[in-house]
């Protein structure tokens, strides 16, 4: 007679993870050992040919994806300055006003999130003399962003604005922040501008 068995008294009921075909499984190494290799050749801190190389071959992925990373904030020169860049706004009637690009201080941490990009647009690219060729068009922009009113804008100036930062000591206090300026481009704005 065969022996009854008593049922197990509450036995959770095991959940089997669904198996991943082998082209998945090869196809999510592949992805995650190009993205280690793309970080890890953008962030090492050596300059050879070959690394350069690399760099250049990984640039658009990590740039369109928003994963480089500039470490020179940190070492081995940090930077001394803390700048950003704006805009004086004259409009056809005369008034003026100012336009400035996201400033992180000034912004909520979900805000900080969408607008970093802008900001390190302002300060890494657009207020260098190198990136001259950048600025109509962001004169351009600027100019559609003010152009919401009756009152169009007429000339936009673009302005650096800095300060110094002061070496840390002992005896350290926050110092109040002394603003320089100075304007490095100005553009006339056309009608077709603000299309």
Known sequence: MPR?????????????????SCPARIAISAFLAFNLFAIVAWCAPLESPLLTRCRDLVRPYLVFTGLFQKWDMFAPDPSKLNNFVGAAVTY????????????????????????????????????????????????????????????????????????????????????????????FFHYDVVPGDLE
């Open 4 to 20: 009854k068995t008593q049922p197990a008294a509450h036995q959770p009921a095991q959940r089997s993870s669904p198996e991943l």
């Open 92 to 183: 056809h009637d005369g008034k003026r006003s100012l336009w400035t690009f996201p400033r992180m201080e000034n912004l909520g941490y979900t805000d900080k999130y969408f607008q970093e990009r802008y900001r390190k647009y302002a300060n890494d690219c657009l207020r260098l003399d190198m990136y001259s060729q950048l600025w109509p068009d962001a004169a351009r922009y600027i100019a559609r962003q003010n152009a919401g009113s009756g009152n169009p804008p007429a000339a936009i100036n673009l302005v650096r604005y800095w300060s110094i930062v002061p070496p840390p000591d002992s005896n350290w206090q926050e110092p109040a922040a002394t603003w320089n300026q100075h304007t």
